[in-house]
């Protein structure tokens, strides 16, 4: 869904994300628990796979495959 498209409807969270009683009350459970510091989420980030060069060559841009390129005004 793009936003400056005026023909599509707005984004309509019951419909567009279902969410079943299991992930309210995983939601529920985390809203109880204390935020994570930085260094916390950083670790929790390095957790992840990093992605190669490949992977990210291969990942298609808004548009289409073409790079981004920014436009003088």
Not at 25 to 37: E, S
Not at 53 to 62: C, I, K, S, T
């Amino acid at each position: 869904m793009r936003s400056s498209d005026p023909t599509e409807p707005p984004l309509d969270l019951e419909r567009d994300l279902p969410t079943t009683r299991e992930d309210i009350a995983a939601l529920r459970r985390l809203r109880r628990q204390p935020p994570m510091d930085l260094e916390t989420y950083f670790r929790f980030l390095a957790g992840f796979p990093a992605a190669t060069v490949a992977e990210l060559a291969a990942r298609r841009g808004p548009r289409g495959p073409e790079p981004f390129e920014l436009l003088p005004f």
